[in-house]
């Protein structure tokens, strides 16, 4: 008899010690970005608020140096989700890959030209050397559009790839090259160096910059798991856009992925403001992917490269 109250004793006592049931079964979802920047507010607040955890997510983020870096990473199975430049995810797609934009992490394009300080208007830039994330799509389509839109056409000046935003960024100010697109809030630290900015890639493109990809298989078979990281992004996209957390947003950000908190108050105030630059609610619609289709002189349904059925179900119990 004493053997079974011993046992009976040890089970409750085992009982009561157990770790809750979300944090014994946390989903694991590892997560790609490209770079130190902003584009990815949402989900660095999700992070360090807790969100992801209480949704029973346990994030792995991992930051590539580009954007097709990171849309290889997840043809191939690396990671699970990634914030993927919106046009080099259809062009993987449009080759096949099989691949879904679920959200969007911005609404709008968030790159900023900014030039050398003796560069002073657009038509300065006739016959200089301008830097790129590569040499096609993302921000060599999206510096091509906004010169184009300024009067400057694309024989009259060069272009070379140079990677990511602070390669970029370093090419610009060290003076490799007379302009470029960069991703804030870097644009921030080289207007504080003395470059100038000549203007913003959504005054020439209406389209969403950075959304939400997944392979479609995976998905299908972790439906729950990509349901819960959807909403908890959307709860830190609704934190993100409270002024009332303009202070805390910032805090994030600089904590996340460095710079200044002075950068990052003006980010917030740029992006969460008249600007709207970041997607409330993580929405996206299929008009907004046709801009890019448009571009290509594709004739494709956009809403073929869309799956919002996880959103939606996120949204509904948000």
């Given at each position: 008899m004493k053997t079974l109250f011993a046992a009976l004793a040890m089970l409750v006592t085992g009982i009561a010690a157990a770790p809750p049931a979300q944090a014994q079964a946390l989903r694991e979802v590892t997560y790609a970005y490209a770079g130190p920047t902003s584009y990815y507010w949402d989900i660095f607040i999700a992070q360090e608020r807790g969100y992801l955890k209480e949704e029973g997510v346990k994030l792995d983020l991992i930051m590539t140096d580009n954007v097709a870096q990171q849309t290889q990473m997840l043809v191939t199975g690396a990671v699970h989700i990634i914030g993927a430049n919106a046009e080099v995810a259809l062009v993987a797609m449009e080759k096949g890959a099989p691949l879904a934009i679920v959200g969007a992490q911005t609404a709008k394009q968030g790159f900023v030209f900014m030039a050398r300080p003796e560069i002073r208007t657009f038509a300065d830039l006739k016959g200089k050397l301008l830097g790129a994330t590569q040499l096609q799509d993302a921000s060599a389509t999206m510096l091509m559009e906004l010169l184009k839109k300024n009067g400057v056409q694309r024989d009259s000046y060069d272009m070379i790839a140079l990677g990511g935003t602070p390669n970029r960024f370093a090419a610009l100010t060290n003076g490799a090259v007379a302009g470029t697109l960069l991703s804030p809030p870097l644009d921030y630290r080289a207007a504080s160096l003395g470059m100038r900015k000549l203007g913003y890639a959504f005054?020439?493109?209406?389209?969403?910059?950075?959304?939400?990809?997944?392979?479609?298989?995976?998905?299908?078979?972790?439906?729950?798991?990509?349901?819960?990281?959807?909403?908890?992004?959307?709860?830190?996209m609704a934190f993100l856009y409270d002024p009332a957390n303009r202070e805390a947003s910032a805090d994030i950000l600089v904590k996340t992925i460095g710079g200044t908190k002075a950068d990052a108050l003006m980010n917030y105030d740029d992006w969460m403001g008249s600007n709207k630059v970041m997607a409330e609610n993580l929405r996206i619609t299929p008009q907004g992917l046709k801009a890019f289709l448009d571009l290509r002189g594709s004739k494709e349904d956009p809403a073929k490269f869309l799956d919002l059925s996880y959103l939606e179900k996120a949204l509904a119990k948000k």
């Open positions: 005054e020439a493109f209406d389209g969403p910059q950075v959304v939400y990809t997944v392979q479609k298989d995976w998905a299908r078979k972790n439906e729950d798991t990509l349901v819960r990281f959807l909403r908890a992004a959307a709860r830190g």
